[in-house]
């Protein structure tokens, strides 16, 4: 085979390779939502996290404006303590709520930030402190048969 | 005299695992000769090129080559000996997926930075010298045997070598092709100044170009001498090899038990 | 009887032992080699024509075809819980994560690796390598690791067109075929795969297996005995081992990273 025709199938089929990894790159996937230069993080305790794991989305008002970037146990409060890495576009208010949400009945659990009214934004390390926890199935329906059980003892 | 020797062997063995091939070789070849390494197959004929070309490290003795001791050669020193040595295998081993005038241009364009037209030039002259000038944009597909092997030796003297060692030259070769390529060793050898290392079991078609001769049997030299003097050797061994007997000190049965006894004749007829 | 089987079973035990010490010898040597590869790129590229351009059209429709299954099968299988939208994620996941790389890299195992060992071996059976050597040529640097780099470089490329292949498959099936909505297909697909976690790993693990499948390829080719059985039979050790080598890798590698997520 032609020494140039050789490189010219091989130069056709890098091309086509880089092509590939940028459809599946651009179309098909998309990229880490925050990387660190363009984030910061802010911390929030919670009692029970349910079943929230590590890179699960945050969002506000349904848009996801960041990611869990890391879950810890403190073992002094018992409780757990969560990063998360939010874009700097979005700011926050410093009475910012974070609630832990399931998206439908079964699907992932994601944290839900609710904006409050402070003038001051949170800035990178900075704490969230209220908190609500994952809502525990198993909990929820202890409580009910609680309640019901409650409700009938007069009688 | 001693600057005369170009490849000098002394007192070595070597074996593959627990089988010796060679014990205890010594051999001298001179600049300018055609020096012929005979026996029958399967004697360390050509364990002894790879020795010499150091593809293979004795077990035993040295190897000296334009008086370095391969033995004490690291790699680098090894390959620097190698640019001066061609090698011509015993079915010429071209590389098959390129083509004549690249399988000859390899070399030059390995170890030296000479302009594509000067390489040309080369390989042009190399090919024109084994008489294959006009097969230069063949493929070695395309080539006979004989061609192929007259190819490989062009490639062999790319470099213009100082010992160019040929294993079984001779073989699967007709009648013509024979001639032609003794022809052509002896030429090469005396029109370039190289040294020739001959490995072959042809008797008749190299005595008659060669200057001096070993004969190798079971790993040792049984006899040496010029063309003349092995033509007249009174040696049974040698006897036996120049005038191709079946029989002689060398057998023409491998060892076997008793032939009766190997058919179960004699004890069971008894 | 019996002495004689632990015997053989000693023997092959050793030997196998022997062979791998000289397989990761080999491979160090390829390594340190590699300046011709790099330094004269040409013979890389040749190399890059024979295992990545001639495994293009096994690739892109096998893939096209492992796709169009997919979206068959996990239509049918998704339909039964609702959820049909989920069709880009499951189609995509699959390919890029696991199937991209994996079937790739068993569909190069049998179709450059067994050429790789085929060549080298014949090389080594007509001497041409040993006519290299005594050329003050080393074969390693000139014939092994031009090959080496051409099969690492080309893997990652044919693993990403096998997976891009194989989502345009889905999407004709799932989309064009059976009637997924077209937006929930795609944007579903975006929100699910991770560039990071999912596409790089998957560049990754085809990287590996590239080295893998090559390696081994090369090693067996210049390790065959030089008889014709010697060759045949290396080549049918190539594609048996590196296809079990891919398979294994690509649990261990799948272990370690997708162990973080859900």
């Known amino acids: 085979m032609n020494r140039t025709v050789l490189d010219l199938w091989v130069g056709l089929f890098v091309i086509a390779g880089i092509a590939a990894l940028l459809f599946l790159a651009l179309k098909v996937g998309s990229m880490s939502a925050v990387n660190s230069s363009d984030s910061y993080e802010v911390v929030a305790r919670f009692d029970n996290i349910g079943g929230l794991k590590p890179r699960a989305p945050v969002k506000s008002a349904g848009v996801v404006v960041g990611r869990v970037a890391d879950i810890r146990f403190d073992n002094e409060t018992y409780e757990a303590a969560v990063t998360l890495r939010l874009d700097k576009r979005y700011a926050f208010p410093k009475d910012t709520t974070a609630a832990i949400m399931t998206s439908g009945l079964l699907g992932e659990q994601y944290i839900g930030l609710e904006a409050g009214g402070d003038s001051v934004k949170l800035k990178d390390k900075d704490r969230i402190l209220i908190t609500q926890d994952a809502v525990v199935l198993e909990n929820l329906i202890g409580q009910f048969l609680y309640g019901k059980a409650q409700e009938g003892a007069p009688q | ?270 | 009887m019996l002495k004689q089987a632990i015997e053989n079973l000693g023997n092959r035990t050793v030997q196998g032992v022997w062979r791998i010490g000289f397989a990761a010898r080999f491979f160090l040597a390829t390594l340190l080699h590699s300046g011709t590869a790099f330094r004269r790129f040409g013979l890389t590229i040749r190399e890059m024509y024979f295992s990545g351009v001639l495994s293009l059209i096994i690739i892109l429709v096998s893939g096209l075809f492992v796709g169009m299954v997919l979206g068959l099968q996990g239509y049918e299988t998704l339909q039964t819980y609702g959820s049909e939208e989920a069709l880009g994620i499951l189609v995509a996941l699959s390919l890029v994560r696991e199937l991209g790389p994996v079937v790739a890299a068993l569909l190069f195992a049998s179709r450059a690796g067994s050429a790789i060992t085929a060549e080298i071996g014949l090389m080594k059976a007509t001497e041409q390598l040993s006519a290299m050597e005594m050329m003050a040529v080393d074969p390693i640097a000139r014939v092994v690791a031009p090959r080496f780099w051409a099969g690492v470089v080309s893997m990652p490329f044919l693993a990403a067109l096998f997976s891009a292949m194989g989502i345009f498959g889905g999407y004709l099936v799932g989309v064009q075929l059976i009637g997924v909505d077209e937006g929930s297909f795609w944007s579903q697909m975006q929100s699910a795969v991770d560039f990071e976690q999912d596409i790089l790993n998957g560049v990754i693990k085809s990287v590996v297996f590239g080295v893998a499948i090559t390696t081994i390829a090369l090693f067996e080719g210049y390790d065959a005995p030089p008889t014709a059985e010697g060759v045949s039979g290396a080549t049918t050790r190539t594609v048996v081992t590196s296809s079990l080598a891919v398979l294994a890798l690509d649990f261990v590698l799948t272990a370690f990273m997708f162990r973080g997520i859900n």
């Open chain 2, 1 to 270: 005299m001693r600057n005369d020797v170009l490849v000098e062997i002394e007192d070595v063995a070597f074996g593959y695992g627990a089988r010796p091939v060679l014990k205890g070789i010594n051999l001298t070849a001179r600049r300018g000769q055609v020096v012929a390494i005979m026996g029958s197959s399967g004697c360390g004929k050509t364990t002894l090129l790879r020795l010499i070309g150091g593809q293979i490290r004795p077990g035993q003795g040295t190897v000296r080559v334009a008086g370095e001791s391969l033995g004490e050669l690291d790699r680098a020193g090894l390959y620097r000996l190698r640019r001066k040595m061609g090698m011509l295998f015993q079915f010429g081993a071209l590389f098959t997926d390129i083509s004549v005038f690249d399988n000859v241009a390899f070399q030059l364009r390995e170890h030296t930075d000479l302009p594509e037209d000067a390489i040309r030039d080369l390989v042009l002259m190399k090919l024109h010298a084994v008489g294959l000038r006009g097969a230069v944009h063949l493929m070695p597909s395309e080539l006979s045997g004989g061609m192929a092997r007259r190819v490989a030796l062009a490639r062999a003297i790319a470099l213009d070598p100082m010992l160019v060692m040929y294993d079984e030259p001779f073989a699967g070769l007709d009648p013509i092709s024979l001639g032609v390529t003794g022809n052509l060793i002896r030429r090469l050898t005396d029109t370039l100044g190289l040294t020739s290392l001959v490995v072959t079991h042809d008797v008749q078609e190299s005595l008659k170009i060669v200057d001096y001769v070993y004969f190798v049997s079971e790993g040792v030299i049984v006899a040496e001498g010029t063309a003349d003097e092995i033509r007249a050797s009174g040696l049974p061994y040698v006897h036996q090899f120049v005038h191709g007997e079946a029989d002689g000190p060398v057998p023409f049965h491998y060892p076997a038990p008793a032939y009766a006894a190997d058919l179960g004749l004699g004890a069971a007829h008894a």
